[in-house]
């Protein structure tokens, strides 16, 4: 189902819609509640339609109907919205909606792109929506979407590619501005929707998009990143900072060809073995970083923020349950904690083949693909500089082209790095007043259930906000923990899409005040 409406201003339509004296009767998250409980088969047809359009970043056709449908979503319920071009990149889906008298202006930023798939590894095809009664490792099954009238169950849930990361918000966001118009509330500040396309891939054009289009930026009060899962225990969640990412891939070289292992063995060095060698010679036992100078950098911190660490609920013995962990990295050290600290993971191995197709040989080459995501103060380039110094430590010479017979003849081990672009880590001081009036917009929704933490252990471009833009950024996210993000079989709760909708009813109407942080405390799931 579409979200529709008249081409005209949200104002005009609210009045014309407005039943009377309902926003008066009712709070605005009441009211959205309401029209969510009336609608809800609706709402989650409006979703899978927008879930159906394939949307990976690089695909630019696919990217390209997503925008548009956005654009043309949110033109409908009166916002004033364009698409924001740049020679060869996806473009920005941005919107203003202005309120009289307001005095407040929030940005909110949402990605509308996703990762690649393989579809051999879903359980259906990644762009046809399908809804579940529960996840399927659970035991859910299929059934179908629910009919005008039909009672939902919050368990159920939809997969498809971005269900979770992150078209969710956007399935949220629409209901909402349309709930407003219906039951004729205003949102108590301006608010400028920036929907990005090409997050999956980096972001590389961000920085020119914010920097071309800074006249209409300049008066954001905060950012609002709409992204990321939930605590792991299911609480709702508050995050003041993302870590940056970086990474490389490493290739080492053995013979020109690959060698019968029979008649080379024991001779002739393995390239695959050279590489674990390598590998573990980065990492002791306990997952420290051994490369030397890795976490100098970190920057400490604040009160606040040591605070809302030792106020997280102890969810760690849960989580290995449920993920079938005897143990974990860091000795010990809870993974709140592990989060501030800059991590380097072997993200990918190749080296030829196993199983059926493993063949007797000795692999002329072996690869490894690394991820280094990073905390406040780190510099990606310093910190690929790092590694890059403890492979040379190693022995290793290192190339950035596959090298000829020369070189293999002059250097006795090789290594080819690839570096990766990336981003720094960005986070958001504790104290504004502005972060007073979100919480409290928050807790009208999520109660004493709130968790508050320093920085999320994703990675977003929240950096070009905070330090380029010098804006504050905040991070809300509503996924399950378990959505499968960036792999198959992607899905959300319904229940978590439930409470996104309550939670934008809550920070858009949220008063101008100035209530101060109440510390985080442990409640029930929800």
Excluded at 144 to 153: A, V
Excluded at 287 to 300: A, I, M, R
Excluded at 326 to 331: L, N
Aim: aromatic share 8%; glycine share 10%.
């Amino acid at each position: 189902m579409r979200i529709v409406g008249n081409r005209f201003s949200f104002f005009g339509m609210v009045l014309w819609f407005a039943p009377l004296g309902l926003a008066a009767q009712t709070s605005p998250v009441e009211a959205v509640r309401a029209y969510r409980v009336a609608h809800g088969p609706a709402i989650l047809k409006g979703f899978a339609e927008l879930l159906s359009i394939p949307n990976v970043a690089r695909d630019s056709v696919g990217i390209n109907r997503n925008a548009v449908y956005i654009r043309d979503a949110l033109r409908e319920l009166g916002v004033q919205s364009e698409l924001l071009r740049l020679p060869g990149a996806p473009p920005i889906v941005y919107g203003e909606l202005d309120v009289p008298g307001a005095t407040r202006t929030l940005g909110i930023y949402v990605h509308y792109d996703g990762q690649p798939v393989d579809s051999s590894r879903w359980t259906n095809a990644p762009w046809a929506p399908t809804l579940y009664t529960r996840a399927i490792e659970d035991g859910g099954t299929r059934r179908d979407f629910p009919g005008d009238g039909e009672s939902i169950d919050p368990e159920w849930r939809i997969y498809a590619r971005s269900a979770g990361d992150d078209k969710a918000p956007i399935g949220a966001l629409l209901p909402v501005l349309r709930a407003f118009r219906e039951a004729g509330i205003s949102p108590t500040s301006n608010i400028r929707f920036f929907f990005d396309g090409e997050e999956e891939a980096g972001s590389p054009r961000l920085r020119q998009y914010l920097e071309t289009n800074r006249d209409r930026l300049d008066g954001i009060d905060v950012w609002l990143f709409f992204d990321g899962p939930v605590h792991q225990s299911r609480r709702p969640l508050l995050t003041f900072g993302v870590r940056g990412v970086t990474g490389m891939q490493v290739t080492i070289y053995g013979s020109i060809r690959p060698l019968h292992s029979g008649h080379y063995g024991n001779w002739a060095p393995v390239p695959g073995q050279m590489l674990a060698e390598l590998l573990a010679s980065m990492k002791d036992r306990d997952g420290n970083v051994l490369v030397e100078g890795f976490y100098d950098t970190v920057e400490p911190l604040g009160e606040l923020e040591r605070a809302a660490l030792a106020a997280l609920p102890d969810y760690d013995d849960e989580l290995k349950r449920e993920l079938g962990l005897f143990r974990t990295e860091g000795s010990g050290a809870s993974l709140a904690e592990r989060l501030l600290l800059p991590s380097l993971t072997v993200r990918g191995l190749a080296s030829a083949n196993v199983g059926a197709l493993a063949r007797n040989i000795i692999p002329a080459t072996a690869t490894a693909a690394l991820g280094i995501r990073l905390v406040k103060a780190n510099d990606p380039e310093h910190m690929k500089d790092l590694v890059e110094a403890h492979i040379r430590r190693q022995g290793y010479h290192i190339v950035r082209e596959d090298p000829n017979r020369e070189i293999r003849l002059r250097y006795p081990r090789i290594a080819k790095v690839t570096r990766s672009g990336g981003y720094a880590a960005a986070r958001t001081p504790m104290n504004l007043p502005i972060v007073r009036q979100v919480v409290r917009a928050m807790r009208r929704v999520a109660g004493d259930d709130l968790v508050v933490i320093p920085t999320l252990g994703g990675s977003l471009p929240l950096y070009l906000f905070t330090d380029v833009m010098a804006k504050p950024a905040l991070i809300l996210p509503i996924a399950n923990h378990d959505d499968n993000q960036h792999a198959a079989d992607e899905n959300l709760r319904i229940a978590n899409l439930w409470y996104g909708i309550d939670l934008y009813a809550a920070l858009l109407t949220m008063p101008v005040d100035d209530g101060a942080i109440e510390p985080p405390s442990s409640g029930p799931r929800r």
